[in-house]
């Protein structure tokens, strides 16, 4: 075994750890104790995330007490001589209550106020928490749409927005600081914990109902046939209340999927990006003739949505579609309404459809593109404050930011407008595919898919470097008989035109992210996943879409054209 993972396992071997934690790692076969600590989690676009087990690379007791003692060490040290406050919440994973009290003891042992909620809550009620107390910092544990063996800790800062550099890099510093797990300060500080539920609720609840542009048409429609699955998540907290607060009064709650669960017993991956998870809701749909299906995951920050489309067959509408339905009705309905600002923006991130910023465009709308993570796009309507206003941001991982009152991706809010678009457009005689179809017509017909390739372990990670090590050195020539015009390097944050040579800066942070644009428009996007062992890659074509009546033969030949991309670059 490598000495450095050797050196690891003996410290845990040897030092202040429980007896149970020991016993374990003895027990272990020797490649099982080399993954579990050959290396320490690090933050990364979802904060620390991993299997829950023994180990520097594992989520446990004392990796979540380390990053909370580096955490807090960062916050005394950013704050000095201040009284500092931090939330906390959790979600319905296994061990997320355990962990979200080793949390709140760890900061109230170190002297910080605690609000702590009493029981599991959706993450965006997080991030409005840290907002509405007036917080320096958050956390929830939660490990998100991950399969039920992961657990995780997403850390937010002052404005609800996760953390991003210099702040989790340095957060990371402080816990490398560690000689000892001993220097963690594990109790003694009860008296600094609050516990927070119904009034927190109550204001997150009255925020989401702001949103609402139009309800007068939810009265007209307030029968709107909902099915709703909280995929035994946080949803089933504040989802159905949310959904009553708007004026709807038929809404249907999965009941095989509404009690929460760790062990998630209906599903292999709670996330309503899979149509396998979606499915139970899909049958409830079916069976009640239902108007719209809603799914979130276990943390409630990303939202899956089912419509009938142009031929009455139930299909799930994927993330990019999701969100450019969305953006459309918040910017076409605001102008409409008279509540447009000249000021408005809205963001979106660069692996999401461009079919974004051609909604923008054409509203004459400012449309920014940011890295993959809400944290930053939290950060750039930070930096915005007082000169632009913020009305709604996406990407295509399913996920939602709706006004800016919270700073992260919210499904609560999301299931709400989505319930919203369809009542819009029922009464204008049309379902929410119609609109899509609409919207094709006149923005351009954008297709996009994603694969993810999984490189699990010590190897895996090597594996991942090297494909977009080759990937940045020899970038195809063509792709799909397109010449490649265009190479966009997050990593040296360069941008080079093929063709011609130049060269120029990419005024975004670094991130190892390579795109392909090819004389006919299309994109391919190459990101090792932030959270999991993969490394994704986003294709997306477009062309122009004449009639309703051409639909179907457009979107067949846009499939097939990704199809020979992914052969063509033999990712298949």
Request: aromatic share 10%.
């Amino acid at each position: 075994m490598d000495a450095s993972i050797q050196e690891k396992l003996n410290t845990w071997l040897s030092g202040n750890y429980d007896e149970i934690t020991k016993d374990t790692i003895r027990k272990m076969p020797e490649d099982e104790q080399a993954d579990a600590f050959y290396r320490n989690l690090e933050f990364g676009t979802g904060g620390l995330r991993g299997i829950m087990g023994v180990g520097t690379n594992r989520v446990n007791k004392y990796t979540i007490g380390m990053a909370t003692q580096g955490f807090a060490n960062y916050l005394k040290k950013t704050y000095p001589n201040q009284e500092i406050k931090v939330s906390i919440g959790h979600d319905s994973r296994n061990n997320s209550r355990f962990f979200a009290e080793t949390t709140a003891n760890v900061f109230a042992a170190n002297g910080i106020k605690v609000f702590l909620f009493e029981a599991l809550r959706p993450t965006p009620e997080l991030s409005f928490s840290i907002r509405h107390l007036g917080c320096h910092a958050g956390v929830v544990c939660t490990a998100s749409h991950n399969p039920k063996e992961y657990n995780g800790y997403k850390a937010y800062w002052n404005d609800g927005g996760q953390l991003v550099p210099p702040h989790d890099k340095n957060v990371i510093k402080e816990v490398e600081a560690f000689t000892s797990v001993d220097e963690v300060l594990w109790e003694g500080g009860a008296n600094n914990i609050t516990l927070m539920g119904a009034e927190m609720d109550q204001a997150y609840l009255q925020m989401v109902k702001s949103l609402s542009v139009y309800p007068d048409v939810i009265e007209a429609q307030h029968d709107l046939k909902i099915v709703y699955t909280p995929i035994h998540g946080t949803g089933i907290t504040l989802v159905p209340d949310v959904l009553k607060a708007f004026g709807f009064t038929n809404v249907t709650v999965v009941q095989e999927q509404a009690i929460p669960d760790g062990n998630f017993p209906t599903v292999i991956y709670p996330n309503p990006e899979e149509s396998e998870t979606m499915s139970i809701g899909l049958q409830k749909a079916k069976e009640m003739d239902a108007d719209i299906l809603l799914g979130t995951d276990p943390d409630a920050d990303r939202v899956g949505i089912g419509v009938k489309n142009h031929k009455g067959e139930w299909v799930l509408m994927n993330g990019n579609q999701t969100a450019v339905l969305a953006f459309a009705y918040m910017i076409e309905a605001r102008k409409t309404k008279g509540i447009a600002q000249p000021n408005d923006m809205v963001i979106s991130t660069i692996v999401t459809t461009h079919m974004i910023n051609e909604v923008a465009k054409q509203n004459q709308i400012a449309c920014y593109n940011v890295l993959t993570g809400f944290k930053w796009i939290a950060e750039l309507i930070k930096e915005k404050e007082g000169k632009e206003n913020y009305v709604i941001g996406g990407e295509e991982s399913f996920g939602l930011m709706i006004g800016d009152k919270i700073r992260d991706k919210d499904a609560v809010s999301a299931v709400a407008l989505m319930c919203e678009m369809a009542a819009y457009e029922k009464a204008k005689g049309r379902t929410l595919f119609d609109k899509m179809i609409e919207l094709y017509m006149q923005y351009g017909f954008y297709y996009e898919n994603l694969i993810s390739i999984t490189k699990k372990g010590m190897n895996g990670q090597k594996e991942i470097a090297d494909m977009m090590e080759n990937y940045r050195n020899q970038p195809p020539s063509s792709i799909d008989g397109s010449p490649v015009v265009t190479l966009l390097d997050y990593e040296l944050q360069k941008g080079k035109n093929l063709i011609t040579g130049e060269e120029w800066k990419i005024d975004l942070p670094k991130s190892n992210v390579l795109q392909f644009i090819t004389e006919d428009g299309s994109k391919i996007s190459a990101r090792p996943s932030g959270t999991e062992p993969k490394i994704k890659f986003y294709f997306s074509v477009n062309t122009v879409l004449k009639s309703k009546e051409d639909f179907d033969n457009t979107y067949a030949s846009l499939q097939k054209k990704i199809d020979r991309i992914i052969v063509d670059m033999k990712l298949k």
